[in-house]
Each structure stands twice: as structure tokens, then as C-alpha cells.
């Protein structure tokens, strides 16, 4: 049953990426509103499968790389979707939704076994702790789809060729700004996800921290961002050059959920 | 039976002959009626706008109305024919329909794509309705340019992309800034193109303006004009730290902005966005100022090539208009010739022998034991009935004279014979 419904948010996800990629191509005015439709709807269906799961397993559907995978592209569904709806901008889910399908794919690819927790890791720092972290990788995942956009047209104003793409993507300003307040919501979040991953180690092994991959990389990560942050702050750093870290943060990101655990060995089982 | 339009543009005319036979305040109703009492023309229509005056007619026969109406124009203008007659057009039947087509899409307007020339059009047809001097064809005609028009606007980017290159700066500006009205502006020396940006700009939000000129009086002047702030020249390098849009035109032989001095700006403004607008030639912006993060400097030529670009796409999509206008005038063509009575009565008659077959076959199969003799007189009896009824119909339908359009449209109406397939 729970799986039905990952099927069907995947196919959502999909054929939004589809339409959304399609739109990119198309002389049209306006990018079709169906792309969001659809998304809500795979967003929806998504928050049903997560929720059957949890109510199968008996535990939070975070514990393995399937399910925290499908949890990141969920998160990751919710962010965009806020942000469509803030901002109005319709191009946007072209460049969103294949990240949200890509990482939701990989879950789909992923054994989907559910394992019991060992004891030592019961605790509702579980909760907290993952929820901390997706949400903060998901504001960064859509910091870099916008950072994308916002390469984009500044190419296009600098390359003084404004036609196709450049009268759909909205201003360079905006674009900064959004992706400038998604750092600001993830970086605290990804500080916390950390602070509440070494309590709970702390808890479980006695240890707050032990220099595992995982959380070596977490740490790079958070460097990356908080330069980010600090540069804009300070230097006043923002356009290009804050787009091009965010690129490189993301990358961090993408090591640290899946590089780790495919790469390297970690106490993490997601 | 056929569709007329007779009148002049900014192409056919010179602005003299435009004005002279414009038709201005009362003189539109006057010369209204006056077109709708000629003789031959059956419903008037009448634009007069500083672009064109048109008159849309549907007449009995193009030839003598289309005569008629110039010398009706001769005569209530005071003007000798032979001074205008060559620069007015006749249009009639399918060429008429594609050029009011062609009119309310904005194909046959100065800047293609402009869209007042639609509402112009539509307050046309409307103060026509209004007295009384349009019947259904006209008035079919309006809807049906309107619907085109707006099939062209939306399947089209034909009134999309700034075709000046004030407008063109403007555009620039939101994709650079996402709100115009808290960004300061800078005008650095003036001129026409300068100051027509300016005033694009102010017209769309930016409420800060700073003027910095050589002679003074000149910038107390425009700082008058636009409600800005004069700044004297000298200062124009500190000021350039608030400033979000700086226009330049100031004449100078060399640069009065560097890329190093620039450079220094950008680290005093924390790197918010600058675009630059150089109207002068030569320059007077180190165009290698463009290489540096977060500044946008555009001179006159790229912008004069983006409005070239602009209107090649404009070209481009008027092509496809085209596709679309001559698609309407056929539908319209073919719904002008249904009006025609002799393919009525023969609809009439064969749908109505085609309901007497049917009910006779259904008749015949519900009652096997019937002889060839009875089936015979059956038939006899129903066509009497169904020849009886038509006779009235066929004659209203063969009359020439009086609401004819009305008898025809209604005919249609009441025995399902609208051929019409969009409706």
C-alpha cells in the first residue's frame, strides 16, 4: 500500500519533470501551471506514503537510505512548492522538479527492507535530528536550483542575447534574494541537525563526536554555508559569486547523504 | 451581397490628406449616417484615428458603393477627389475581411503589434451598433476580428519585447532590479534618447532622480522636469555609490568612467547591482567595466541591436498572424456564402425530404404487411404536407428586398441549418 503510493508520487514527480523540461523549450509566455498541479498532487501522495510507512514499521520512516532519501525529495517537494507560491514565478519547477524526481529516484533504487532499529538508537533524537537535517539539505538543493537560474540570466545580460530563456526567468535580484533566504533557513537548520546528532551520540555511544565520514563531511558542509553567509555578510559578496558556492555547498551536500555511505564506511546507515 | 472597405493609412497618405479627411467630434456621427443612407450601402462602419480612417461597409455591389463612397468623402470633406483618391484602398470580399483582420491584429500598424488600435477598432463597431447602422454581417465581422485578434496576441509573440530603445532600457531594468520604485536613477549629461529613458523609468515606478549636468541651468531645468535632485558634475563619481541606474550621455571625447574607479564603486556599494546605460558617442563608459561582477553597462548599439532582434521576432511572428488571419477569413468566407439563399432552400428542402424519408422508412418497417399501393399514396401525403410547409419559408428566403440577413439567419436558426462550426 505504502509503496503504491511511492509509486504514484514518483510518477507525479516525473511527469512534471517532463512537462517542466518541456517548458524550457517552449516559446510560451507563461510556463503551463500544470507542473505544480502535478507536484502538489506526487507531494501529497508522497506525505501518504511516508505516513503508511510509518504506521507499517512502527518506527519514523528515516532509517534506512530508501527511506531517507524519499524523505530529502519530500522535503525537498515542500520547499519548492512554498516558494512557487511566494514568489509566482512559473519557470521555476522546471529547474526544481528534476532535482525533487533525481533524488526520489535514487530512493526508488534503494533496498526498501524495513530494518528495526538497533535499541541504542530508539530515541526521538531520531526525529529531530533527521527532520533538521532534510529540511536543510532541501533548502539547499533548491538554493542550487536557483543559483542555476540565476547563472543563467546573469549570462544572458552579460552576453547581451536576450531572447527565449532570458524573457522567462524572472530578475537576477529576486533570484539572489530567494536563494540568499533559503541559506538563511537551511544553514541554522543544518547547525542544528549537527548539535542534536551529537547529543544523541552522546546518548546512544557516550562519545559527541568521533570524526565518522558522515560527520566530517556534515561539518564541510556547514564551513561551505557559513562562508557563504559570512562573505555576503561581511564582503558583500552576492550575484555570481554567491551562486557559484552555492553550487559548490550543494555538491558538499550530495557527498555528505550519498557519497558517505556509498564511498566511504560510516556508523550512518542513512 | 459583398463587404467594402474603402479608406487610407500612415502608408497609402500623407499626414495633410490624413488630417483633411479625418473624421473629428460631431463629424463622426454626421458622416456616419451620411455613408449609411448612400444608396448601395447596406451597413457603415466608420474609424478615423490619426492612422487611418477607414470606413467598413457590407454594399450591394462593390463597384458603385465603393464610387458612392469617395464621392461622398469629396463632397463632405470639401475636398477634390483626385487630390485623395490615390492614396485610398479598396478592399472587397475576402480581401476586405483579411485586411480588418489584419487592422485589429495590429499586422497593418505603424509599430507592428501595438495594441491600441484593437480598442480603437472595437469603439468603432461599438458607436456604429449604437445608431443603428450595422445588421448582422458587420457585426459578425467586429467579433470575429476581435476573436482573431486575440487568437493572434495569444498563439503569437507578436506584442511581446520592446521595439525602442527606451523601452528596451526599461525591460532591461526589471530583469535586473525586482522593484523599480526604490532604485535611484542617475542622469549624467542629457539628450533626447536620455531623457525619453528617464521618463520611461519614472513612468514605471523610479521615484529617485538624480541629474548632473555641465551647465547648471540646464540641470536645475530637467531636475525640474523630472522632480529630481541636481547634483553638480563634479560630484558624479561619489554619487555613483546610491546610485542603482546610471544613464550617460554627456558628450565627452573619452571615458568619465573607468574600470578601476568603477571597481572601487562596486566595493563601496557591497556589490549591489549597477546598470549602466551609455547613449553617447563615443563612448564615455570603459565598456571592460561589463567584465566586472554585478555591473550591467549596455551602450546605445546593444540596445539598438536588441530592438533589431525585437522586431525581426515581431517579422517572424507577423508570418505566422498571417497563417492565422487567412485560416479566419476562410471560415468567415464560408459562413458570409451560407448567407447566400440558394444553398438555404436547397438545405431546407433536403432536410426536410431527408425527415419525410426517414419517418416513412420507420413506418414502413414497423408495419410489414403494407402493399406498394398504400406506401405510395403515404408518401404522397407527407410530401404534400412537407412542400406546404416550406412554401412560405421559400418565398421570404427569395425575396431581395428588406430584412433579408434577418429571414436568412433565422431560417437557419429555427430549422438547425447553421452551418456555422464554431458556435
Not at chain 1, 59 to 73: D, G, L, N, R
Not at chain 2, 272 to 290: E, G, L, M, Q, W
Request: aromatic share 10%; net charge neutral.
Amino acid at each position: 500500500m505504502g509503496t503504491l503510493f511511492f509509486e504514484f508520487a514518483l510518477t507525479c514527480y516525473f511527469a512534471a519533470t517532463i512537462i517542466g523540461i518541456i517548458d524550457l523549450f517552449r516559446g510560451q509566455k507563461e510556463p503551463s501551471p500544470i507542473v505544480v498541479w502535478i507536484t502538489a498532487a506526487g507531494f501529497m501522495l508522497h506525505l501518504a506514503a511516508i505516513i503508511i510507512r510509518y504506521a507499517v514499521a512502527g518506527q519514523i520512516p528515516i532509517t534506512s537510505m530508501h527511506e531517507s532519501a524519499s524523505f530529502f525529495a519530500w522535503c525537498t517537494a515542500l520547499i519548492y512548492l512554498v516558494l512557487h507560491f511566494r514568489y509566482r514565478i512559473g519557470i521555476l519547477g522546471s529547474f526544481i522538479i528534476p532535482l525533487i524526481f533525481l533524488i526520489m529516484l535514487a530512493s526508488a533504487m534503494l533496498p526498501r527492507v524495513i530494518k528495526p532499529l538497533t535499541p541504542a538508537l530508539q530515541s526521538s533524537w531520531l526525529l529531530f535530528h533527521t527532520t533538521f537535517a532534510f529540511l536543510g539539505f532541501a533548502a539547499f538543493t533548491v538554493a542550487f536550483g536557483v543559483g542555476v537560474m540565476y547563472l543563467i540570466q546573469e549570462h544572458h545580460l552579460k552576453a547581451k542575447r536576450l531572447t527565449g530563456l532570458f524573457q522567462r526567468l524572472p530578475d537576477i535580484q529576486v533570484l539572489d534574494e530567494i536563494s540568499y533566504r533559503l541559506i538563511t533557513f537551511g544553514f541554522p537548520l543544518l547547525t542544528l541537525a549537527i548539535i542534536t546528532g551529537a547529543l544523541w551520540a552522546q546518548d546512544a555511544w557516550g562519545t559527541y563526536w568521533r570524526w565518522d565520514p558522515k560527520e566530517t563531511w556534515s561539518l564541510i558542509t556547514w564551513i561551505i554555508y557559513a562562508m557563504v553567509l559570512h562573505i555576503r555578510l561581511v564582503v558583500g559578496w552576492r550575484g555570481r559569486r554567491a551562486a557559484l558556492l552555492c553550487i559548490v555547498g550543494f555538491l558538499a551536500v550530495l557527498f555528505t547523504f550519498f557519497g558517505v555511505n556509498f564511498l566511504l564506511k560510516s556508523v550512518h546507515s542513512f | 451581397m459583398g463587404i467594402l472597405v474603402v479608406g487610407l493609412n500612415h502608408k497609402t497618405a500623407s499626414v495633410d490628406i490624413r488630417e483633411r479627411l479625418a473624421f473629428n467630434g460631431p463629424k463622426l456621427e454626421e458622416g456616419l449616417r451620411g455613408l449609411h443612407a448612400l444608396p448601395d450601402v447596406h451597413e457603415a462602419a466608420l474609424l478615423s484615428t490619426c492612422n487611418r480612417v477607414e470606413i467598413y461597409a457590407s454594399v450591394r455591389a462593390a463597384d458603385s458603393a465603393a464610387d458612392q463612397i469617395k464621392e461622398y468623402l469629396a463632397a463632405f470633406h470639401g475636398a477634390p477627389r483626385a487630390e485623395f483618391e490615390a492614396s485610398l484602398y479598396c478592399h472587397v470580399d475576402a480581401d476586405a475581411i483579411r485586411h480588418v483582420f489584419r487592422v485589429a491584429a495590429s499586422l497593418d500598424s505603424m509599430v507592428v503589434g501595438e495594441p491600441q488600435i484593437l480598442g480603437q477598432l472595437k469603439d468603432t463597431f461599438d458607436y456604429a451598433l449604437t445608431r443603428k447602422t450595422t445588421g448582422i454581417i458587420l457585426n459578425r465581422l467586429m467579433k470575429k476580428a476581435i476573436s482573431t485578434a486575440k487568437r493572434v496576441r495569444n498563439e503569437t509573440h507578436i506584442a511581446e519585447n520592446a521595439v525602442s530603445i527606451s523601452f528596451a532600457a526599461v525591460e532591461l531594468a526589471r530583469k535586473i532590479f525586482t522593484e523599480l520604485s526604490t532604485k535611484a536613477v542617475m542622469l549624467l549629461g542629457a539628450g533626447e534618447m536620455a531623457e525619453l529613458a528617464a521618463r520611461h523609468l519614472v513612468t514605471n515606478g523610479v521615484q529617485n532622480i538624480r541629474i548632473a549636468n555641465r551647465t547648471y541651468e540646464r540641470c536645475c531645468e530637467l531636475a525640474e522636469e523630472f522632480c529630481g535632485m541636481p547634483v553638480r558634475f563634479d560630484d558624479y563619481l561619489s554619487q555613483m555609490v546610491n546610485v542603482d541606474i546610471l544613464i550617460c550621455s554627456t558628450g565627452a571625447p573619452t571615458y568619465v568612467l573607468l574600470k578601476d574607479q568603477m571597481q572601487k564603486i562596486m566595493r563601496e556599494r557591497r556589490n549591489r547591482p549597477v546598470f549602466i546605460i551609455d547613449i553617447s558617442v563615443p563612448r564615455n563608459i570603459d565598456p571592460a567595466i561589463n567584465d566586472l561582477d554585478n555591473v550591467y553597462l549596455y551602450h546605445v548599439d546593444d540596445l539598438q541591436q536588441v530592438v533589431d532582434t525585437n522586431k525581426q521576432e515581431r517579422q517572424k511572428e507577423a508570418a505566422k498572424a498571417e497563417e492565422i488571419i487567412h485560416e479566419e477569413v476562410g471560415k468567415f468566407e464560408r459562413w458570409l456564402a451560407s448567407l447566400d439563399s440558394v444553398p438555404l432552400i436547397v438545405a431546407l428542402r433536403d432536410k426536410a425530404t431527408g425527415i419525410k424519408q426517414d419517418e416513412l422508412e420507420k413506418f414502413v418497417a414497423k408495419h410489414p404487411g403494407l402493399d406498394q399501393q398504400t406506401i405510395a399514396e403515404i408518401d404522397y401525403l407527407l410530401s404534400a404536407v412537407v412542400n406546404k410547409m416550406l412554401h412560405y419559408p421559400t418565398v421570404a428566403l427569395k425575396e431581395t428586398n428588406g430584412d433579408r440577413d434577418a429571414v436568412l439567419s433565422v431560417v437557419k436558426k429555427i430549422y438547425g441549418l447553421n452551418g456555422d462550426d464554431d458556435e
